[in-house]
């Protein structure tokens, strides 16, 4: 039975066997000899015929038509005078010229050409059967010869460890080729115009190639199936394909020059683990460098430009590296990865291309850091995941600086994305992405712009100057927002998106700060952002954005509305610094808005404004300093309560039919004008106020009818009420305690009131109704409400006013009454409680007899010290005690109070309760109740 053997065991075995037996069979030292041709020999075979190992067979000039086998050993065949007066034409084309099947040949000088027949070389190196085990065709030198017009130029076939160099190899079918051969080196060879190939390596490793050239061959230089060979400064221009690696790995490629080629100047098809450096790729019509399905090379400081694709092109091919390459000035993009993940690309130049300078495609889990890139687009991928885009430079671009569409989970730092003509960073289907302290400046189109891109998280980027765009434009869900910088913008936040969270960002802006800007803009938080020194508004929701939560926000120093909100219903405002703006708050065909719990302050305009606005609720805010506090036009069935609006030009306004509003619990003094006042607004029902300290505490004028006034508190206001209207002024006696602390509801109290109560219900019943001198107009109130005379000992305290500011004097009023008919002993204590601090003094205990009918009111003025810039609720208690124990309570009061730091006050640390106590004793020093 016959056994077969591939090619590559003949391969192995040759290899192995000439190196055991090369030494053992070497023959004997002699004496080499030089031999002529056509001196001593007439052919060139004749001559290898007559020599002996180590023998030079010299050829002199002329033609010499022959195939010339070479079987000897340590033989050396130079022309005399070089190739250009020295060729070796085949007599059979359908041979090889020369056939090298011996070691140590040499083969200098030639031209060789006319091995025409398929397969056919001018120089062939193999080693055969026959020669086994003797010797391999190793070690050869083929040298400076004119390789041409044959079917291949130069072969070497099971051939290791052979020398080619300054060999001119052109005009055949292909140039040099090196099948099953290792080890072999190429220096200096030049391999131009062949038809197929200008060098070839199939299944051969460990080959070094330096400085050859191959030029306007199909392939310039082409290793299949080769491994562990290194090519080194070699030139491969003009080619179809520069150089091209398929299914070889551990290649180094370094210095080469591989330009103007039909398609891409080198490529790597399979394999992998190969390393390209410091290549120069250019001006080849496909991509400079292309990795197709080959994994783990690295390309380092290589230039791949001006090519008429892109500069490297990676596709399904992953774990590579590439550090330090110029990808600039291709028509394509400069870097482009398609279906190749893990990789790093980094501290490339990808500038001044036309297309991308970094292009993604279905490729995850990559880095992409340190690059340069300033062309059409920066860097952009599609449908690629997991990627880390980090401290990239993309400026100057024509589109965008960094573009991710149906890309997710990437995470995006440190990268300077500005000056671009469109936007610098966009996100569009992109989920779950995370951007890091970027920069995008001086954009035209915009800094940030994510379009459903969801579940994405922004924090410590900035977006300053960007013409005609805004800083970060959110047309996305569920992303997080925080701590951004976004200055000098058109918008600094314009959200269409819904359930996102800003927070602790910067906006100060051409246009808003912020704007909700659409019927799905839903459910959002805008809390806890610094919003200054915009030129229209500091917050705008327009374009029915709903349910969103604006708090916690401090607006300022905005040329128009701190918040504005056009057409959008059902907001949450609350807990925000408004102030210095031209209106604080601005409403405008917005209904069921939530405010509350505001500071809104020191306003050009109104506080709060609302217009064609209904079924707003504004609660618990503290409005003061503005121009006005809050301005109502056209706006019906809002509820305005438990707000406090002082030092403003009018407290409350409600103006061209603003009907059906309840004004209730709010505290409104040391307004300019009125407390509160309406103009052409019915049915409305104002109760439960205390109006004290302004112009006039409330003013009714032109066709303001049906409105309910009851159970306000009105007190030391230059005219308490002024009415031109039909208005009711009371309710139906009804049980309840009054704002006074009598047991019936009726009509309102007044400061001004000098009616008595005969009845003792707390309701007066002399001079009645009160018309407050004639300025109210029409009617009165028939109920007005006055203390109520206890049936037994009691005690009453109140202040002039529920709040002070540092400086004002407070006066205090203790009243004592004994409407008995015997004397009553007993004990006055008074304490000063502090609730905010949790803490309550005593200011004064004293026995006290009280004769029968005694009823005596005691005034005492206290200075407001300044008790810190942080304000607190206060509470006087005064009580009438048993004088035994267990000293039950016979009557006793309080007198809730507010202290108030001024606007502009400095901070300061908070006052102790202990010291605040102190003070006050001191104003108290001596005081006496004569009884």
């Known amino acids: 039975m016959k056994t077969k053997i591939s090619n590559r065991k003949i391969a192995t075995t040759v290899f192995a066997i000439s190196l055991l037996v090369a030494l053992a069979l070497a023959p004997a030292a002699v004496s080499a000899a030089t031999i002529y041709v056509p001196d001593d020999y007439t052919t060139i075979q004749q001559a290898m015929n007559a020599s002996s190992p180590g023998d030079t067979i010299v050829v002199r000039d002329g033609t010499y038509t022959e195939n010339v086998d070479v079987s000897k050993q340590r033989l050396t065949i130079r022309s005399e005078n ?80 052979n020398t080619l160099t300054n060999n001119i190899v052109s005009n055949n079918g292909g140039g040099i080729s090196v099948g099953f051969s290792n080890d072999n080196t190429l220096t200096g060879n030049t391999a131009d115009s062949n038809n197929g190939y200008g060098i070839i390596f199939r299944d051969s490793n460990n080959n070094t190639l330096t400085s050859n050239s191959a030029a306007n061959n ?34 180094a490629l370094t210095n080469n020059i591989v330009s103007g080629n039909n398609r891409r100047g080198i490529s790597i098809f399979g394999g992998g683990n190969n390393i390209l450096t410091d290549n120069i790729v250019n001006s080849n019509d496909w991509d400079g460098i292309a990795l197709r399905d080959s994994s783990n090379n690295t390309l380092t400081s290589n230039t791949a430009d001006y090519n008429n694709w892109g500069g490297i092109d990676l596709s399904v091919s992953s774990n590579n590296a590439l550090t330090n390459n110029n990808c600039s000035s291709n028509r394509g993009t400069g870097i482009s990865l398609v279906e190749s993940s893990n990789s790093s690309i980094s501290s490339n130049d990808c500038s001044s291309n036309r297309g991308t300078g970094i292009f993604f495609r279905d490729s995850n889990n990559n880095t992409i850091s340190n690059n340069i890139c300033s ?95 805004d800083g970060f434009s959110l047309h996305s869900s569920n992303c997080t927002l925080a701590n951004n910088s976004a200055s000098y913008n058109y918008d600094g936040f314009f959200i269409t998106g819904s359930n996102n969270i800003l927070t602790n960002n910067i906006a100060s802006n051409d246009n808003s700060g912020f704007e909700l800007g659409h019927p799905f803009c839903k459910n959002n938080i805008i809390s ?74 020191s306003n050009d305009e109104e506080g709060i404004d609302l217009e064609n606005s209904a079924s707003n609720t504004i609660s618990d805010n503290n409005i003061s300093n503005n121009g006005e506090g ?30 059906n509003n309840i004004i209730s619990n709010n505290s409104i003094y040391s307004n300019d004008e009125e407390g509160i006042g309406l103009e052409n607004s019915a049915s409305n029902t104002i109760s439960d106020n205390n109006i004290f300290d302004n112009g006039y505490g409330i003013g009714l004028w032109n066709l303001s009818n049906n409105n309910l006034i009851y159970n306000n508190y009105f007190a030391n206001n230059t005219n308490n009420a002024y009415d031109d209207g039909n208005n009711r002024w009371n309710i139906t006696k009804t049980a309840g305690t009054s704002i006074i602390g009598g047991p019936y509801l ?5 400061s001004d009131y ?11 019943d002399w001079q009645i109704p009160y018309n407050c ?75 006290l007899t009280l004769p029968p009918n005694f009823d005596q009111t005691y005034n005492f003025s206290i200075l407001v010290g300044n008790w810190g810039a942080v304000g607190f609720d206060a509470v006087w208690y005064v009580a009438l005690l048993e004088p035994t124990a267990p000293y039950a309570t016979i009557s006793s009061e309080t007198a809730n109070w507010k202290y108030n730091p001024r606007a502009t006050q400095e901070a300061e640390a908070k006052a102790e309760p202990e010291e605040i106590a102190k003070q006050i004793g001191k104003e108290l020093e001596g005081v006496e109740f004569a009884a």
């Open 218 to 251: 199909n392939y310039g230089i082409y290793l299949q199936d080769s491994s562990g060979n290194t090519l080194t400064g070699n030139t491969a221009n003009n080619n179809s394909h520069g150089i091209r690696l398929d299914s070889s790995s551990n290649n």
């Open 630 to 659: 809050i301005d109502l036009e056209n706006s019906a069935s809002n509820t305005i309560s438990d707000n406090i609006i002082s030092d403003n030009g009018y407290g409350i306004g409600l103006w061209n039919l603003s009907n």
């Open 746 to 750: 009726g009509g309102n109290y007044w």
């Open 375 to 469: 062309n059409k687009d920066g860097i952009d991928l599609y449908y690629s995941n997991n990627n880390e885009i980090t401290n990239n430079k993309c400026e100057n671009n024509d589109g965008y600086g960094i573009s991710l569409y149906y890309s997710n989970n990437n995470e995006i730092t440190k990268n300077n994305c500005s000056n671009n003509k469109w936007k610098g960073i966009i996100l569009s289907s992109s989920n779950n992405s995370i951007l890091t302290d970027n920069t995008a400046n001086y954009n035209n189109g915009g800094g940030f712009f994510l379009s459903s891109s969801n579940n994405s998280i922004l924090t410590d980027n900035t977006a300053n100057y960007n013409n005609d765009g």
């Open 528 to 601: 806890d952002n610094s919003i200054y020194s915009n030129n229209e508004h500091g917050i705008l929701l327009v374009f029915n954005p709903s349910s969103n939560t604006i708090s916690n926000n401090n607006i300022f120093d905005t040329s128009g509305d701190g918040i504005a909100l056009d057409s959008s219903d059902n907001n949450l405002i609350s807990n925000n610094n408004i102030y210095s703006n031209d209106d604080g708050l601005w409403h405008y065909n917005s209904s069921r808005n939530t405010i509350s719990n505001n500071s809104i302050y």
């Open 773 to 847: 001198s004639g300025e109210i107009i029409k009617g009165g109130d028939y109920l007005p409400l006055v203390p109520s005379t206890p049936k037994q000992p009691t005690v009453l305290v109140t202040t002039n006013k529920p709040s002070y500011k540092p400086g004002e004097t407070m006066t205090v009023t203790i009243g004592l009454k004994n409407p008995t008919a015997v004397d009553v002993d007993s004990y006055f204590v008074w304490y000063l409680g502090l609730p905010s601090y949790g803490y309550w003094s005593q200011m004064l205990v004293t026995p």
């Open 82 to 161: 070089g190739p250009a007066t020295t060729t070796v034409r085949a007599a059979n084309p359908n041979d090889y010229v020369f056939c090298v099947t011996a070691e140590y040949v040499n083969i200098i000088g030639f031209t060789v050409t006319g091995a025409a027949g398929p397969g056919k070389a001018g120089i062939y190196l193999v080693t055969t059967l026959s020669t086994l085990p003797t010797n391999s065709t190793s070690h050869c030198n083929i040298s400076n010869n004119n390789v041409k017009m044959n079917d291949a130029g130069i072969s070497l076939w099971w051939a290791p460890s």
């Open 754 to 764: 000098k009616g008595f109560d005969v009845d003792e219900d707390g309701i007066g």
